[in-house]
């Protein structure tokens, strides 16, 4: 069977999962949707696929599935109303940037009995599989601290900031996933340090450019994360985890793996800069177990829960800034 | 302007580089050669180009270019056939096992006019190739010595072995031409020492599995090669460029960039296994470049000439084996 | 001139400072103190020193200086006691487990202008001295975030464990002098969060085996310390600076450098695997920089304030994880 | 047991071994000898041993031992006339220039039952013992290729190559010891081919900058080593040995563990610049290897006739690029 898929979408995110989608044995892309005809025009020109409103998208019969990369605000209505046209549903994360809303949208894909993937993409970087296998086959032991450091090369533009959540709900997202990924237990309490260090116009938006977060289970694991916008030497992204056996660790993908040594030492190349680079095999996994779980009836490897948990997360932690404590994670949930 | 390949031979060079021709932007697959239809059909099923016989695709209006990927002895003929035709052609190594076969090749390309890559695919490899880099910038100085380490993982088939023309001219050859085009000045003496060491059945067929290569140049400049047909850890591919002012080293490729620490030590990944899997790059990047030098009408960056040179240099290594001496490229040219 | 030392105590620590003293020009062991007569008589074994009490060392015109190695709670009284008589003072960290009698210490030194250093001994490993020199000379720019990774192999006995005043004044109090010196500001608020995960006794006694804490300054900066008291592959002592500019880490120090690579990977060796191996260079440097100061008349390095301070974030660290809250510096001091 | 020792000559080698011999439990500085008042009053300052002239040494009845670190061409009469007098001799490399001279020599050490060990200190360089360990563990496997890169950061003074026999007697003579001890088996043929390209007055004296020299033995296995007057990024000193099971590999070591990241990209230290430095614990450890053997009546670790085979090996290196053929080493003996 051949997963025939619509992309809402084609931005930056929309093109990355195109090229995934059209490079998926078992998946086919059939049509694109975006307001910016140029940008569909771009996928329909690459790929060789329809081009077709949102709507026409939902009436198709030739489509089976969708990958949602319009802006957030949008993610919750689609996601409703897809799933209860039947189609199957990748969606970018965030599900939507407010808890209330996520709920709603859960309550009805519950009810639509739909089938929706949040596209954490780590989960599916080879190397943090490689982490995680490492884990589950006990090699590690029982887990007791990790440690994520994850640093953007750069700011993004301040109108993206603006409607981005702040950098919780958009950047540390990711690395709260990983977190309750790894950690294997549920977070309890939430513990958030911000600063605005690399721009005050990000301070002067709402937002900090500089986080570490402390997260803790009951038991009493923890998990440290570790955020900027600025890291001159690349996008750096790191995981350690360690167990009571032993300590697994992720470590950067550099741009090459030359190094030129002289009288003033051993350089090597700078890190790769770009989400785009550093996870191109993570995006192409994701999509490829989305069409193995849909084909094969299976469960999604991520869901909408794990979605609504990373973001309740994101929400402790911006309480925990404000407050200056420890925040359970019931507060906000 | 678009550039219509037709790929002989469907084996397993043929998918890789059907797969190159397929994902570089200005190539086009519009037909594929191979005896074996099952073979055939597959590329076609993957990229959705015609089947057809080499004859037929020597008089096809439709095909620019050719990709040579049938077997070594069938090599030169179609350089010579397909060049007559007029058609651009890229032909994997080596034009022949005998060099009076590839210099009666060479005149007739030459005659002909023909525009023929010789396929050295670590050329475009994207470390070997800032490896270069850093030379022609200067950035090392004067280049004094250059060390070559290449290690199968393991030995091919028996009767792969009997056909290749030994190590030399099948494995060597590859680390002859990256030796020559890094020393930036041509090689006058070869001495090489070869045994057997890995599988007594290679030296029953007469081959060696074991080799180390001093190559000198006239100013004394020096490159040594050292190559085994078994690495247990996996494709070990490095280079090293020792110049005036610096040295430039490019490192292995691991399978991951994950490490376990336990109490025994940090362990890492295996070296990526296979020429495939490792030069994956590089195979997109010689058949870009190849696209890029027929459309702008530019120099081919690697020629029947250096096919030419890497042979005698193979040449004059299995003369040096036999009779323990440095042997003079002219002795054999 | 040369600075004539005696060493209060025979112990692990005192052979470690007889042997720096010993070792280091300008510098002269003239007697050692312990109660256990065996202890005292290794050392003047090996060095050719007398064996003195600790009242006739008060009173020795040919000693100049002592290192203070005896336990803890001795030590505030015998600075006070060896500064009223006009010797200078090494004394291993801490000062006091109080910070009542630290402070009054401090007092009692003043009045007795008192030479008095603190054996913070990792300010002078030679890599986090580079680390700091970078720091100093620019080339990471603005300091945004301090992560340091301080694990030991395993746990101290129980009895160890029942004096030491617990993890955070015990082992984190390295990383809290760290943090400060590499902050370059002072630490405004401390977030503390602990657990016992590796071994039930050491909950039993009141204290943790695994902690993470975030310090922070007035404008923002912050500092990550994270400790474990197992670490299966060896002492783990990482420190890592980013600055707006560049980051700088310090790596860890394996056993050897040898890698064996087979079909299961490459494997290294654990790390060092004790504090006296892994800083030993740290602990010869800071006998060197006491002797420097004390004959050059300078400003010694660390000071009884440094040991005050980094008391004082241990007592807000604990403050922390009994309240669930960043807990201000100014509320413990 | 206490083994006292003489030191005959103060210079930079003798100074670095009077250094092991007084840290070395079991055993004792006793004297001093050297034509150069000043350099032997600094070792006297320095461990306070007695000046003595060598023949004092050579009736000293207080004297076990001698370490000999005087100029090369004494180094065969003093071990001659040492092994008379019954001491045990511990001689710098090498024994002599002339392999007719350290033939006879040998035999006179022989009449007189003499102890003689032969300073080849890389032997017991802790890394270098751990590759040697895990050959004799069988953890490789067989022995199939050994690879030394063995590269001096700068060429020494002219008058010091002038004396010193040339870069195959002097500065190769450690690798060929090194290479036979890691093969396991002795070396049948050399092939050696040597330039001078980094300064033209090292060729003026008749010597070479740079060298590639491959060794074989009798069933085949190989080794390659090669040399360079001039590292601008320090004193590389790396081994490797290819085994039928797995590779192990001594790595460099850098002058600290501190990296710098930044847009540029990764940046570690140059390497230890000096062989003193790099070679501090191999100095030290050998000193007391010798003292154990001597102790403990047990056989050196290494002799005079591994100071005869490593000259050999030089000998037929020096022969090998006159005649650009491999030399077998039964022409030289």
Redesign the interface.
Known sequence: MTLRFAILGAGRIGQVHARAVAGTPGAKLTAIADPVAKAAEAVQAAYGCDIRSIDAILASTDVDAVVICTPTDTHADLIERFTAAGKAVFCEKPVDLSLARVKACLATVSANKGKVMVGFNRRFD??FM??KA?IDAG??G?V??V?I?S?DPGAPPADYITRSGGIFRDMTIHDFDMARWLLGEEVE?V?A?A????DKKIGELGDFD?A?V?L?TAS???A?I?N?R????GY?QRIEV?G???????????T???????????????LLNFFMTRYIAAYANEIAAFVASVNGGTALPTTTHDGLMALALAEAALKSVAE???VKVTEVL
């Not at 600063?195 to 690399?198: C, E, N, P």
Request: proline residues 3%.
């Open positions: 080879p190397d490689a982490v490492a090699t590690i029982d007791e601290m440690t450091t640093r309490s513990f340090s600063s605005v260090l690399t500089s570490n402390i803790r009493g694991k923890q440290i570790t900027t600025r890291a001159t030497y750096d360690l009571s056996k032993a300590m697994v660790q992720a470590e950067n993908h550099g090459n793996r030359v190094v030129v040594a002289d009288a003033a030492g051993f350089h090597a190349a700078p200056g404590r420890a």
